[in-house]
């Protein structure tokens, strides 16, 4: 990073992250090492320690408790930073759910259940915190959401997340349109295969690394750190020309599979 890429005086939130390895925390490394304030969510008190030993690193001024499938948590998460910030000048979604038996069925199998479920929490939620975030960027901000090579192409063993990917990013496209007049800039992070706990919910997740390293032009795998650079540019002023496209953190893979 140089002079630049600066989120000096910035605020943002950060929602997705599980533990050290995810995207999110990733991300939240490289928002806070430019100077952003943060603040993070995490699931459950299951994952609430998990969390809270990465916002400790950070460190993170609000941790909060956010299931979007909860009703009131989202609006309660916004309600804070309104009432402790007053702004907030860019959002990263990184959160994805299916139920594991609708995940780990063929695409013509899955129910309307659990393909609801998948689509509530993996793209509408995003919609949600647009609209909750927007009274608090009045000067303008900054919405990411977190993709992946699935939403384009038939990935083995994707499955129902692809057609919810693919929603996700068309979502990122109309959303950007709407907000353009209001200088909110709309954001999906295709991001490169990358070993985290939500991933290894996909059946032979070890087999699609092991080919997605085998076709990527470097023969390596991107890190969360990478994809968090990545972030950041997204949420600078650098990055403020660009909007409604979905930008490849995977080294090149897309280029070549």
Sequence with gaps: MNGIIDLSGKRGLVVGIANEHSIA?????????????????YLND????????????????LVMPCDVTVPGQLEAVFARISREWGKLDFVL???????????????????????ALAMDVSCHSFIR??????????????????????????????NLMGPVKAALESSVRYLAVDLAPRRVHVHAIS???????????????????????????????????????????L?????????????????GFHVVA
Excluded: N, Q, W
């Design 191 to 233: 991001a490169g295969a990358v070993k985290t706990r939500a991933a290894s919910g996909l059946d032979h997740f070890d087999v699609l690394l092991d080919e997605v390293r085998a076709r990527t032009p470097a023969r390596h795998l991107v890190t969360i750190d990478e994809i968090g650079r990545i972030a950041a540019v």
């Design 129 to 158: 915190m647009t609209r909750l975030a927007l009274p608090l960027m009045a000067e303008g901000g900054s919405l990411m959401t977190v993709s992946f090579y699935g939403a384009e192409r038939a990935v083995d063993h994707y």
């Design 93 to 115: 979604h990184s959160i994805a759910f299916a139920p594991a038996v609708d995940l780990h069925a063929s695409l013509v199998d899955c129910s309307a259940e659990g393909f």
């Design 235 to 251: 949420a600078s002023d650098a990055g403020m020309t660009l909007t409604g496209s979905t930008l490849y953190a995977d080294a």
């Design 46 to 61: 299951k994952a609430e320690p998990y969390v809270r030993a990465v916002a400790e690193t950070l460190p993170a001024s």
């Design 25 to 41: 925390a990733g991300c939240a490394r490289m928002f806070r090492a430019i100077g952003a304030e943060i603040a993070v969510t």
